[in-house]
């Protein structure tokens, strides 16, 4: 297969039968018609891209947007979503009105998109364009199926570590811990003063990876890739080890009071507002911590368990699978438009933007660290001598499994047991 065509035999059509399933469709399909007002425009551009509303980089992109289009005297149309990005995508795609690119996650249903034909492949034009050397050679490698063919250019790149308010832990008397034991002392201190210990979105995603992070202290990356694929947590020693020391962190009062009903965003309000001393947040969160918390907040990773675990360090989730610029059935039709456009997003110019205007992680190869977001320029020179790197299992994760492990994994913030826990884990992608 070459850039600019889709599988032998698979058709829009086919690839969103075989995707959305029976049902999905119909109703988001009425909405298609007006979702690229400028896509038959001669000469234009579309961009279907989650990097919009308050997300971190968002006002940045669309300023690069603009002063591209004026500077090329060329209409680029900007269609924005968050979530539900890839299942408007893949149902404009049923009616051929998708956008010439998508800016997205890798992850759960995008992961299928270039081997079904939905987007092109592009590891010609990585080359074609000049833009290998530009992108970190680790995110390639993590953009390119099985295949061996890259799905996307790698744009945004995830780092996950865990924020220590200092100024609340020196009030409780204690210092940042590394190990469980001290974690567990840590929360102890922090609760006879009337501050809760760590606070993590326990309803939703950003809990889910937290308790995949637990684990990942009883794994080696073999076993956690077996894991986070197969489900079957209960034939994996260090899995089921992994979730007893969760219990165990759990039921010593680790986590703030009712953190199975707590969200990302309440997760970062409850630090931000001082409430809560210590919240595992990916970077782009941390773009948007205050000054004047940042000030008193120190970046490192999650305490290493005291017993039985096989990491070196404190771990950090560390991925590439952010935001990726993928190239529709519909750009295919319009290189000669898209190349100049993607190549600007690789310029030195864009990167310093994101990076100083947004506190952006990026997948192109640059010095570059902002001032102006000290946490997320903390995270960044994080070192293999200070932290453990970790997976974000998102990449192993099928697309199904995604919500019924969530529920699993907010049950396991109650008060399960490791058992019902594992039980319930297993079943999600049983069901699946």
Same mark, same amino acid.
């Given at each position: 297969m070459?850039?600019?065509?889709?599988?032998p035999?698979?058709s829009r059509r086919?690839?969103?039968?075989?995707?959305l399933?029976?049902?999905?469709?119909?109703?988001?399909l009425a909405?298609c018609g007006?979702?690229m007002?400028?896509?038959s425009?001669r000469?234009?551009?579309?961009?279907?891209?989650?990097?919009?509303?308050?997300?971190?980089?968002a006002?940045?992109?669309?300023?690069?947007?603009?002063?591209y289009?004026?500077?090329?005297?060329?209409?680029?149309?900007?269609?924005k979503?968050g979530?539900d990005?890839p299942?408007?995508f893949?149902?404009?795609?049923?009616? &051929?009105?998708?956008?010439d690119?998508a800016m997205?996650? #890798? *992850?759960?249903?995008?992961?299928?998109? /270039? =081997?079904?034909g !939905? +987007?092109?492949p592009v590891?010609?034009l990585?080359?074609?364009?000049?833009?290998?050397?530009?992108i970190i050679p680790?995110?390639?490698?993590?953009?390119?199926?099985e295949?061996?063919?890259l799905?996307?250019?790698?744009?945004?790149?995830?780092n996950?570590?865990?924020?220590?308010?200092?100024?609340?832990?020196?009030?409780?008397g204690?210092?940042?811990p590394?190990?469980?034991?001290?974690?567990?002392?840590v929360?102890d201190?922090l609760?006879?003063?009337?501050?809760?210990p760590?606070t993590?979105? &326990?309803?939703d995603?950003?809990?889910?990876?937290?308790? #995949? *992070?637990?684990?990942?202290?009883?794994? /080696? =990356?073999d076993e !956690? +890739?077996?894991?986070f694929?197969?489900?079957?947590l209960s034939?994996?020693p260090g899995?089921?080890?992994?979730?007893e020391?969760?219990?165990e962190?759990r039921?010593?009062?680790?986590?703030v009071d009712?953190?199975?009903?707590?969200?990302?965003d309440?997760?970062?309000?409850?630090f931000n507002?001082?409430?809560?001393?210590?919240?595992p947040?990916?970077s782009?969160?941390?773009?948007?911590?205050?000054?004047e918390?940042?000030?008193?907040?120190?970046?490192g990773?999650?305490?290493?368990?005291?017993r &039985?675990?096989?990491?070196?360090?404190p771990?950090?989730?560390?991925?590439y699978?952010?935001h990726?610029?993928?190239?529709?059935?519909?750009?295919?039709?319009?290189?000669d438009?898209?190349?100049?456009?993607?190549?600007?997003?690789?310029?030195?110019?864009?990167t310093?933007?994101?990076?100083?205007g947004?506190?952006r992680?990026m997948s192109?190869i640059?010095d570059?660290?902002s001032?102006d977001?000290?946490?997320?320029?903390q995270?960044?020179?994080?070192?293999t001598?200070?932290?453990?790197?970790?997976?974000?299992p998102?990449?192993?994760?099928?697309d199904?499994?995604f919500?019924?492990m969530?529920?699993?994994t907010a049950?396991?913030? &109650?008060?399960a047991?490791?058992?019902q826990i594992?039980?319930?884990?297993e079943k999600?992608y049983d069901?699946?």
């Amino acid at each position: 297969m070459t850039a600019g065509t889709t599988s032998p035999g698979i058709s829009r059509r086919t690839f969103l039968g075989a995707v959305l399933g029976t049902g999905v469709a119909i109703p988001l399909l009425a909405g298609c018609g007006p979702l690229m007002p400028m896509s038959s425009t001669r000469g234009s551009i579309s961009v279907h891209t989650q990097l919009s509303g308050a997300v971190s980089g968002a006002q940045v992109f669309s300023d690069v947007v603009a002063a591209y289009s004026r500077a090329h005297d060329r209409p680029v149309a900007l269609l924005k979503n968050g979530s539900d990005l890839p299942i408007v995508f893949e149902t404009s795609s049923l009616a &051929g009105k998708e956008a010439d690119i998508a800016m997205v996650n #890798l *992850q759960g249903r995008t992961l299928s998109w /270039t =081997r079904l034909g !939905a +987007t092109i492949p592009v590891e010609k034009l990585l080359d074609e364009w000049g833009l290998r050397d530009k992108i970190i050679p680790e995110a390639l490698e993590e953009w390119t199926d099985e295949d061996g063919h890259l799905r996307a250019f790698p744009f945004t790149r995830t780092n996950w570590p865990v924020s220590f308010n200092t100024g609340l832990l020196e009030e409780a008397g204690v210092g940042i811990p590394t190990t469980s034991d001290e974690l567990i002392a840590v929360a102890d201190a922090l609760r006879s003063k009337g501050i809760g210990p760590v606070t993590v979105g &326990g309803s939703d995603w950003s809990g889910q990876k937290m308790f #995949l *992070q637990i684990l990942q202290g009883f794994l /080696t =990356r073999d076993e !956690a +890739t077996t894991a986070f694929s197969t489900g079957k947590l209960s034939e994996i020693p260090g899995a089921i080890a992994g979730v007893e020391h969760f219990v165990e962190l759990r039921d010593a009062g680790v986590f703030v009071d009712n953190v199975q009903g707590y969200t990302s965003d309440s997760e970062l309000t409850q630090f931000n507002t001082r409430k809560a001393a210590i919240v595992p947040a990916m970077s782009s969160a941390l773009s948007l911590v205050p000054a004047e918390r940042a000030a008193e907040v120190t970046v490192g990773g999650w305490p290493v368990p005291s017993r &039985g675990g096989v990491v070196a360090h404190p771990t950090v989730i560390q991925s590439y699978n952010g935001h990726g610029i993928w190239i529709s059935a519909n750009g295919a039709e319009k290189l000669d438009l898209l190349k100049p456009f993607i190549q600007n997003l690789y310029t030195p110019e864009v990167t310093s933007e994101f990076i100083l205007g947004s506190g952006r992680d990026m997948s192109r190869i640059t010095d570059v660290v902002s001032e102006d977001f000290p946490l997320v320029a903390q995270a960044s020179q994080l070192t293999t001598s200070q932290v453990t790197p970790v997976m974000l299992p998102d990449l192993l994760i099928p697309d199904a499994v995604f919500e019924p492990m969530i529920r699993a994994t907010a049950m396991a913030y &109650g008060n399960a047991s490791a058992e019902q826990i594992i039980d319930r884990f297993e079943k999600a992608y049983d069901a699946a």
